[in-house]
């Protein structure tokens, strides 16, 4: 998760989500989308986009984060159920469930998977009061299924898109669009103690973890070619997970392929930074999109 500076927007009607206004990688709900999916879409957004914020933001104790979080998945819980109505009426985020409840009866949307989302931002709370780090690779693989995979699943079952391949597929893309996520925001993550480089792979290197430090002094031959190996295990999730774009039909074909070329021009860009995104962040900006849109128009099949 990021930090963001964010002041909400005027508040929808209660059973419209509100507009996309953080910054992000990656297309979300943008004209490319089809028409009828952007409301399910932008709500699902705005659901995970709160809780993220809930997890994140503010100057909040760990005990206070986690018990916001399981109030709103309590509130979760009441979607489609006897006690929707009165959920509703006195949950402390109407702007979200309101028209992720109507979303949700509208296309049958899983709770599970939002659920899944809501586990991954209460253990990233976990792990950080209690500053644990990953054990390995596996365990933070995990962490992606839940934070990052949902998604992906979501946005497939309303494209109505539902068989093995694809699934595997869009798991390779989540999981490597948070990965990406995680090298992209080192110089933001370390000082706020979030620490997603495994134990394991910092011992293979011979690397302490008190030396991983947001500063270009820390950048050792031995960190960067931790980094460098973190960046190519992303691009082959991706590239894995890239022959999906070729499964939907239209518009949402289109819209997976800036997705995917999103994260990998990220890659390149920290492939060329050589290691310094241990303390500097760098983001997608209008002078990608000419190449972005060259190489989505070209990914083979």
């Given at each position: 998760?990021?930090?963001?500076?964010?002041?909400?927007?005027?508040?929808?009607?209660?059973?419209?989500?509100?507009?996309?206004?953080?910054?992000?990688?990656f297309p979300v709900a943008s004209w490319l989308c089809p028409?009828?999916?952007?409301?399910?879409?932008?709500?699902?957004?705005?659901?995970?986009?709160?809780?993220?914020?809930?997890?994140?933001?503010?100057?909040?104790?760990?005990?206070?984060?986690?018990?916001?979080?399981?109030?709103?998945?309590?509130?979760?819980?009441?979607?489609?159920?006897?006690?929707?109505?009165?959920?509703?009426?006195?949950?402390?985020?109407?702007?979200?469930?309101?028209?992720?409840?109507?979303?949700?009866?509208?296309?049958?949307?899983?709770?599970?998977?939002?659920?899944?989302?809501?586990?991954?931002?209460?253990?990233?709370?976990?792990?950080?009061?209690?500053?644990?780090?990953?054990?390995?690779?596996?365990?933070?693989?995990?962490?992606?299924?839940?934070?990052?995979?949902?998604?992906?699943?979501?946005?497939?079952?309303?494209?109505?898109?539902?068989?093995?391949?694809?699934?595997?597929?869009?798991?390779?893309?989540?999981?490597?669009?948070?990965?990406?996520?995680?090298?992209?925001?080192?110089?933001?993550?370390?000082?706020?103690?979030?620490?997603?480089?495994?134990?394991?792979?910092?011992?293979?290197?011979?690397?302490?973890?008190?030396?991983?430090?947001?500063?270009?002094?820390?950048?050792?031959?031995?960190?960067?070619?931790?980094?460098?190996?973190?960046?190519?295990?992303?691009?082959?999730?991706?590239?894995?997970?890239?022959?999906?774009?070729?499964?939907?039909?239209?518009?949402?074909?289109?819209?997976?392929?800036?997705?995917?070329?999103?994260?990998?021009?990220?890659?390149?860009?920290?492939?060329?930074?050589?290691?310094?995104?241990?303390?500097?962040?760098?983001?997608?900006?209008?002078?990608?999109?000419?190449?972005?849109?060259?190489?989505?128009?070209?990914?083979?099949?």
């Amino acid at each position: 998760m990021r930090a963001v500076n964010h002041t909400p927007p005027a508040s929808p009607a209660p059973h419209e989500p509100g507009s996309i206004t953080h910054y992000e990688n990656f297309p979300v709900a943008s004209w490319l989308c089809p028409p009828q999916l952007r409301p399910p879409i932008a709500a699902i957004y705005h659901f995970a986009r709160t809780a993220d914020d809930l997890a994140d933001e503010g100057d909040f104790s760990t005990e206070q984060r986690l018990l916001t979080l399981q109030q709103y998945a309590t509130d979760l819980q009441h979607i489609g159920t006897a006690g929707e109505a009165t959920m509703l009426a006195r949950t402390a985020w109407p702007q979200v469930f309101g028209p992720l409840a109507a979303q949700v009866q509208a296309h049958q949307l899983p709770k599970q998977l939002l659920a899944d989302l809501l586990s991954a931002f209460d253990q990233d709370v976990r792990m950080t009061g209690a500053q644990t780090r990953y054990t390995d690779m596996a365990q933070l693989l995990d962490y992606c299924r839940r934070s990052a995979n949902p998604i992906g699943r979501l946005l497939l079952h309303l494209y109505g898109v539902g068989h093995a391949k694809a699934l595997i597929q869009s798991d390779a893309i989540c999981t490597a669009l948070q990965l990406i996520n995680f090298w992209q925001d080192l110089s933001q993550d370390l000082p706020r103690q979030r620490h997603y480089l495994p134990d394991a792979d910092l011992a293979r290197h011979g690397l302490a973890r008190s030396a991983i430090k947001p500063e270009a002094t820390a950048l050792t031959p031995a960190l960067q070619t931790l980094l460098d190996e973190l960046n190519r295990q992303a691009r082959s999730l991706m590239n894995h997970g890239a022959p999906l774009v070729h499964q939907l039909p239209g518009r949402a074909g289109w819209e997976l392929r800036l997705v995917v070329q999103g994260g990998l021009r990220i890659l390149n860009k920290l492939d060329a930074m050589q290691g310094s995104n241990l303390y500097q962040r760098i983001k997608l900006g209008k002078k990608d999109v000419p190449a972005m849109l060259w190489q989505a128009l070209i990914m083979p099949a």
